[in-house]
């Protein structure tokens, strides 16, 4: 009868495995590129400072205005000459004035304002464009990282799963060993307890593997009970990576490189304050037309129409010393952005040397760890042929198991230590690839 459940529960979960889709660490960080929220803000942002990056945004094009109107009204006349005969009073005289126009006018010269904002709207697109590669870095990192926590989560699995088998064995030998009265509950008793420790271990694991997969699907931007993935891979450690290199590439930074495009932007936008203390120079040029009519009165019918050109010139005398403290204002963020500029560069330095010392120590410590995991296993297995020839006790099996179950997680741990800070490093660096 066990026999036929144990059967049927293997069934169950094969077809609880096929049923789930297979997911490559490519596929999740292409499926993240394509879906992902902030990928696409960031790429709208783009679009839009693509669309800001023009002339005539920035005002260097020419300006054409046409313009109506046409009033009608009703009005009373009393109108007196040296001849009476040609006084005239009236009520409710209608009358209609009708002007319309055509304005083109082009700025000549304003300081080379103009020439700042252009300048100052290409360099914003291009910062957007590296805020872009900023979140599709982050993106892939985000992915990589819970990717290789689930990897990691499933070699713990493993680990458990060789400790119950032990567990299984320890607790079989001991029921055959009563059934001939060389064993006692007490030790049996102690065996199902370990045995059952084990496995809620495992279902707790199988928890955490299912919540860290939701995680990822969420980084995947996929509805996570509609979803149901399979992930089989290992953790392959980059072990060629030096620290020299890794800072040398901080420069490509895009974070980085968006903050040295911000001193830029706020140096034009300097320039930008400063041109409004200049003259401002403009042509313009047009057609007017003009017509009153009246039912009554002195002029009956007034009309002019004809082109026109001219030249505006305007020079800022004082506002209040506006311009001035708005250029002090450019300045001082000019200077802040400068700064932060240089905190932003110093952190990632400090972060690089940290994430190094950290992706050094742990894989120092790999090949010790690696070790310890083969002399565990063979110690398991030394103890549990012991055991089963009457050579070890249950608290031997125990503890082998334990030590087992210790030096496997530490060796996976590290593993993945290793790999975040490899991760990490290339994040830094801007050579994260799918």
């Known amino acids: 009868m066990k026999k036929q459940l144990l059967f049927l529960i293997f069934c169950a979960i094969s077809?609880?495995?096929?049923?789930?889709?297979?997911?490559?660490?490519t596929?999740?960080?292409?499926?993240?590129?394509?879906?992902?929220?902030?990928?696409?803000?960031?790429?709208?942002?783009?679009?839009?400072?693509?669309?800001?990056?023009?002339?005539?945004?920035?005002?260097?094009?020419?300006?054409v205005t046409a313009t109506l109107s046409d009033n009608e009204q009703l009005t009373s006349i009393?109108?007196?000459?040296?001849?009476?005969?040609?006084?005239?009073?009236?009520?409710?005289?209608?009358?209609?004035?009708?002007?319309a126009g055509v304005t083109g006018s082009m700025l000549l010269y304003n300081g080379q304002r103009v020439q700042a904002t252009k300048?100052?709207?290409?360099?914003?697109?291009?910062?957007?464009?590296?805020?872009l590669a900023v979140q599709i870095q982050n993106t892939i990192a985000g992915v990589m990282a819970k990717y290789y926590d689930i990897v990691r989560l499933q070699y713990f699995l493993r680990a458990l799963d060789r400790s119950i088998e032990v567990s299984k064995q320890k607790l079989a030998i001991l029921n055959v060993r009563k059934q001939i009265g060389v064993a006692n509950n007490a030790d049996i008793f102690q065996a199902q307890l370990d045995l059952n420790a084990s496995l809620q271990t495992k279902q707790t694991q199988y928890?955490?593997?299912?919540?860290?997969?939701?995680?990822?699907?969420?980084?995947?931007?996929?509805?996570?009970?509609?979803?149901?993935i399979n992930i089989i891979d290992t953790i392959l450690i980059d072990k060629s990576i030096r620290l020299d290199t890794i800072l040398a590439h901080l420069s490509s930074n895009p974070q980085v490189i968006a903050a040295q495009q911000q001193i830029h932007i706020n140096e034009l936008i300097e320039k930008e304050v400063l041109a409004t203390r200049y003259p401002t120079l403009r042509a313009s040029t047009g057609f007017n037309l003009?017509?009153?009519?009246?039912?009554?009165?002195?002029?009956?019918?007034?009309?002019?129409?004809?082109?026109?050109?001219?030249?505006?010139?305007?020079?800022?005398?004082?506002?209040?010393?506006?311009?001035?403290?708005?250029?002090?204002?450019?300045?001082?963020?000019?200077?802040?952005?400068?700064?932060?500029?240089?905190?932003?560069?110093?952190?990632?330095?400090?972060?690089?040397?940290?994430?190094?010392?950290?992706?050094?120590?742990?894989?120092?410590?790999?090949?010790?760890?690696?070790?310890?995991?083969?002399?565990?296993?063979?110690?398991?297995?030394l103890i549990a042929?012991?055991?089963e020839l009457g050579q070890a006790t249950i608290i031997d099996v125990k503890q082998a198991q334990q030590s087992y179950e210790a030096a496997s997680f530490r060796l996976y741990n590290l593993n993945y230590t290793a790999k975040i800070a490899e991760i990490e490093l290339k994040r830094l660096a801007s050579r994260l690839a799918n």
């Open 290 to 381: 003009s017509s009153a009519k009246s039912a009554a009165g002195f002029i009956w019918l007034n009309q002019s129409y004809g082109p026109f050109v001219g030249i505006n010139l305007s020079v800022p005398i004082y506002n209040g010393t506006i311009a001035k403290r708005q250029q002090q204002i450019a300045s001082i963020n000019t200077r802040s952005s400068k700064n932060q500029f240089n905190n932003l560069l110093l952190d990632y330095e400090s972060s690089t040397v940290k994430t190094f010392q950290a992706y050094a120590n742990a894989l120092a410590q790999l090949q010790t760890e690696l070790d310890n995991v083969h002399l565990s296993q063979e110690l398991l297995d």
């Open 27 to 63: 596929d999740a960080i292409n499926t993240a590129l394509k879906n992902s929220y902030d990928i696409q803000l960031a790429q709208n942002n783009i679009d839009i400072s693509a669309l800001s990056n023009h002339i005539g945004i920035a005002g260097g094009l020419p300006i």
């Open 119 to 131: 300048s100052r709207l290409a360099e914003l697109q291009q910062q957007n464009q590296q805020l």
């Open 207 to 228: 928890l955490t593997i299912d919540q860290a997969k939701t995680d990822l699907l969420n980084l995947l931007f996929l509805q996570p009970a509609n979803q149901p």
């Open 15 to 25: 077809l609880m495995g096929f049923s789930q889709q297979k997911l490559s660490l």
């Open 78 to 99: 009393n109108q007196k000459f040296p001849d009476p005969t040609r006084d005239t009073k009236r009520d409710n005289v209608g009358s209609n004035n009708l002007a």
């Open 385 to 387: 042929q012991k055991f």
